[in-house]
């Protein structure tokens, strides 16, 4: 709001840290500000949204967007205030057993890195985890290194080597399963709110310029599900007793817009015939009835 008022309206709000601090613990509560600054406070922030709402209102109109702003996306707002008070449910003595597998695997695979490196070191830390992949054991003689001459060792850099030694897909591995542990199992129980015990994420409407709906504080959206450990992490979100999940997609939207705008006669054939498209695809690639389709050429 504050950057719309200063661009639409050349106007300059009361920044809410004039009235309880910077960010930090030493930020005060609201409740401890004096009520007449309060009222100011709260008083400039309606005024504003009020003119910047008559502000923009004729240039959706005239944009064309203003259905789309009153009967999706606003009406949204009502539906995703109320996902965020309800929260969602965590089995926190799920995610203490996925805790202590994780921990257990990591010792594991610390034992086996040291094995294959001939000497232990901080798998953690990027500099050292240079110095024994490439003056070590010499993996790469055209290392990438940093300004400050450090080793580059991104998951990009290490993907590229998997194949030339074992201690490559363990060290990834390694990161694996620690960041699963820090950003997810340890962290997720943090967060659940005292007072209704359970988590309550902050959707965004206006974030992602794809027009996607966001997630932060956590982030519920990114948490993995193409491994298994992934998948036992999404288990321990319980719904409500006698509720369910419910998961729905759309099926192959980017394939079936490709279909509508291109009018290739032979992909909208497909999709009203109700074929599997990647499969209906590899027939025509392979030359090969789509029964004969395997698993592999669909992949392909």
């Known amino acids: 709001m504050n950057l719309l008022s200063e661009t639409y309206l050349s106007y300059e709000p009361i920044r809410i840290e004039s009235l309880i601090g910077e960010k930090g613990a030493s930020q005060k509560n609201m409740r401890e500000v004096p009520v ?6 709260a008083v400039e922030d309606a005024d504003i949204t009020w003119q910047l709402k008559d502000l923009f209102k004729p240039k959706l109109q005239e944009e064309g967007l203003y259905r789309l702003a009153s009967d999706i996306e606003m009406p949204l707002i009502r539906v995703l205030a109320e996902m965020e008070r309800n929260g969602v449910r965590l089995n926190q003595d799920d995610l203490m057993g996925i805790a202590s597998e994780l921990r257990e695997d990591i010792i594991l695979l610390e034992k086996e890195i040291f094995s294959l490196a001939g000497t232990e070191f901080n798998i953690s830390s990027p500099k050292q985890l240079g110095d024994i992949l490439f ?3 010499k993996l790469d003689e055209n290392a990438r290194t940093t300004k400050t001459k450090q080793f580059v060792t991104s ?4 993907q590229r080597l998997s194949g030339k030694h074992p201690i490559i ?3 990834l591995e390694f990161r694996g399963l620690k960041k699963l542990l820090s950003t997810y199992v ?7 709110n005292k007072s209704t015990g ?3 994420t902050s959707f965004n409407q206006t974030v992602a310029s794809t027009g996607r709906l966001s997630s932060n504080n956590p982030n519920l959206q990114n948490i993995p599900v193409r491994d298994e450990r992934g998948r036992e992490i999404r288990k321990a979100f319980v719904p409500e007793e006698g509720n369910i999940f419910l998961s ?3 099926s192959q939207i980017e394939l079936r817009l490709m279909a509508h705008l291109s009018k290739d006669k032979a992909m909208i054939d497909d999709f009203l015939s109700g074929q599997d498209i990647h499969a209906a695809t590899a027939s025509k690639i392979f030359g090969v009835t789509i029964d004969n389709v395997t698993r592999e050429m669909r992949s392909r």
């Open 248 to 250: 729905a997609d759309y």
């Open 198 to 200: 359970r988590i309550h």
């Open 169 to 171: 897909n363990k060290v």
């Open 135 to 137: 003056l070590r054991m």
């Open 36 to 41: 007449g600054l309060l009222k100011e406070y």
């Open 155 to 158: 998951e990009e850099i290490l």
């Open 186 to 192: 340890e962290a997720l129980p943090g967060l659940v």
